[in-house]
């Protein structure tokens, strides 16, 4: 299996950025697809999740609003566009996906694949 990230960069505050995560070796539309971020110097946290059948989608409290996760299931593709940027988004983000919603939302520890990570920089 292998997720790859890519779309990160620096950005200005209040400016936009929209990641891509790539999936290949899984059967996609059946997975659970999120995002994380671990920002520096702390751990990795949850951002946003959508399930298989895009029936439920999940964010962080941080990001409600600001951020949207989508996924083209033709594509094998899950994206992160974040909108209003603020320097304290600045991390670095990383797909996932797992079978379950629980693990995604509750148990990073646990989750099944990760890609490699992109960083976004978010400063004037």
């Known amino acids: 299996v292998q997720l790859v990230e890519s779309g990160g960069g620096l950005v200005q505050p209040g400016g936009s950025l929209r990641l891509p995560c790539a999936a290949s070796g899984l059967t996609f539309r059946t997975y659970v697809m999120g995002w994380f971020h671990q920002p520096p110097g702390k751990e990795r946290e949850f951002v946003a999740a959508?399930?298989?059948?895009?029936?439920?989608?999940y964010y962080a409290d941080s990001v409600k609003g600001r951020f949207t996760i989508y996924r083209d299931n033709a594509k094998n593709t899950v994206y992160l566009q974040m909108d209003s940027l603020k320097p304290e988004d600045t991390a670095v983000y990383y797909c996932?996906?797992?079978?379950?919603?629980?693990?995604?939302?509750?148990?990073?520890?646990?989750?099944?694949?990760w890609g490699k990570g992109t960083l976004v920089t978010v400063s004037s």
């Open positions: 996932a996906a797992d079978s379950w919603i629980t693990t995604m939302r509750t148990n990073t520890g646990g989750v099944d694949y």
């Open positions: 959508k399930t298989a059948n895009d029936a439920l989608t």
